[in-house]
């Protein structure tokens, strides 16, 4: 069955620290995979997506994500968070063809100032 | 601003009550998808509409049902409510059928159901 799992679900940071959240996914074939965040009282926004080519993908407001197909993994990184990142994230994934998303459970971030 | 529109914004009810809610997908795109958001089941997929046709169905209970209109707005009725169903209802388009065009999502209805 097509799955993404998020093992993190609370992190808290200080300002200026490095995030990586963990994103794994289990599907046959072509995967497309995204990173959305909501923040507080908001919709969900794309931040990034991978579909084929370079894995290494950059979205919005610095982050990026890394697609490592041995690992089924699509880690969510950001060198230096800021305050305004608090948000909750969500990996999601969709099977090539396929129609839906199947989103992880989420990982609450707290950034500190 | 994702360009999807949905209202109302919030909806309060009683059990066993039906309500409509309402989903406009962005200018040019031609699905439409309703997710449930809730605490402890997260984000959960219930069905997809693409240019007027029902193209998947997700963990949509057979109380609720939907409909895309030739106009490619998109209702989603939900009857004999129960406190259960209280959530956040989200409605997302994209300008294709498949899961390799991303998702634009809309703010989002907030259903109590008291």
């Known amino acids: 069955a097509q799955s993404v799992s998020q093992h993190n679900h609370h992190v808290i940071l200080s300002e200026a620290a490095s995030l990586e959240l963990g994103c794994n996914y289990s599907y046959g074939g072509t995967v497309n995979l995204f990173w959305y965040v909501q923040y507080p009282g908001q919709h969900l926004q794309l931040l990034l997506k991978y579909f084929s080519g370079d894995p290494l993908v950059k979205g919005i407001k610095g982050f990026e994500a890394e697609f490592i197909k041995s690992k089924f993994s699509f880690n969510l990184r950001k060198p230096s968070v800021q305050w305004s990142d608090t948000a909750e994230y969500f990996c999601?994934?969709?099977?090539?063809?396929?129609?839906?998303?199947?989103f992880g459970t989420g990982t609450q971030l707290k950034v500190e100032l | 601003d994702s360009g999807v529109t949905q209202t109302p914004k919030h909806l309060i009810t009683a059990t066993g009550q039906r309500v409509t809610l309402r989903c406009s997908p962005r200018?040019?795109?031609?699905?439409v998808y309703w997710y449930q958001q809730s605490l402890d089941q997260g984000l959960q997929f219930l069905i997809q509409y693409y240019n007027g046709e029902e193209r998947a169905k997700g963990n949509i209970l057979e109380r609720f049902s939907a409909q895309q209109f030739p106009d490619l707005h998109s209702e989603l009725n939900l009857s004999s409510l129960e406190l259960g169903d209280s959530a956040l209802y989200f409605c997302?388009?994209?300008?294709?059928?498949?899961?390799?065009?991303?998702?634009?999502f809309g703010p989002g209805t907030r259903l109590t159901v008291t």
């Open positions: 997302a388009s994209s300008v294709g059928p498949t899961g390799a065009y991303e998702q634009y």
């Open positions: 200018s040019g795109d031609l699905s």
């Open positions: 999601a994934g969709a099977g090539g063809g396929g129609n839906k998303l199947t």
